[in-house]
């Protein structure tokens, strides 16, 4: 059974860059499928952010194409999202996911990482 | 980009309550659609796939229709663990996927 599980800084300042880590198990990575990034604002809905191919395409949503780099690392079996620039409405929960070729959603999720962006 | 729009936003409702959530696109989808349940402090779970399948594991009591622009979400009998927020997704085109609003199912 695939799980997901996210890590990286809580707090980021202001126009500094966001770097989150998504670590696989239960699935070698570079077999391929589609993996995800989506977060949540406070209070909010749930927000597309990119995701990635097996094959490395990346999709990003336009709003935040700019500022976004999904990459997958195979020696570590895990995926990761660096966004720039970031602000104070870049504060959100942060999901990875995987989105399934047998269903076509985003079946499996990890259990979120809350980064806020403060001085 | 293809926009998701869901109603209500909100809704009181009861146990045993029949309850009904629509989504609607902005433009054709087919049945790229997608149904998630979120509660508090909890990852969103998968319910519903391709507009009208049950994720394996999900209660009978959860159905869904639809194909084009219109989609329900229906939930025959409410029960006290339904209680938690609802989204649509669309995936029609796979790189640009976006969520509908989301629709909070409360209490009553």
């Known amino acids: 059974q695939v799980q997901l599980q996210e890590s990286g800084p809580g707090l980021v300042k202001p126009s500094e860059t966001l770097s989150l880590s998504c670590a696989v198990s239960?699935?070698?990575?570079?077999?391929?499928?589609?993996w995800g990034w989506i977060r949540q604002p406070p209070g909010k809905g749930l927000e597309w952010i990119g995701s990635i191919y097996q094959g490395g395409n990346t999709y990003y949503n336009p709003s935040l194409k700019s500022r976004v780099t999904i990459s997958v690392d195979t020696s570590r079996n895990q995926f990761s999202l660096r966004l720039s620039s970031v602000t104070a409405a870049d504060t959100a929960v942060y999901y990875c996911s995987l989105f399934e070729m047998v269903t076509n959603a985003f079946g499996v999720w990890g259990q979120g990482t809350v980064v806020t962006v403060s001085s | 980009d293809i926009q998701m729009t869901q109603s209500p936003s909100s809704l009181s409702a009861s146990v045993g309550d029949r309850v009904t959530i629509t989504c609607r696109a902005s433009q054709s989808i087919s049945t790229y659609l997608n149904w998630y349940q979120q509660k508090p402090g909890e990852a969103p779970k998968l319910l519903i796939y391709?507009?009208?399948t049950l994720q394996s594991g999900v209660p009978s009591r959860f159905s869904a229709s639809g194909s084009g622009t219109d989609f329900t979400l229906t939930i025959s009998s409410l029960q006290p663990e339904d209680f938690a927020t609802y989204y649509c997704?669309?995936?029609?085109?796979?790189?640009?996927?976006?969520f509908g609003q989301g629709t909070k199912v409360e209490i009553k």
């Open positions: 997704e669309q995936h029609y085109s796979p790189t640009r996927v976006t």
């Open positions: 391709a507009a009208s």
């Open positions: 239960g699935y070698s990575i570079s077999s391929g499928y589609y």
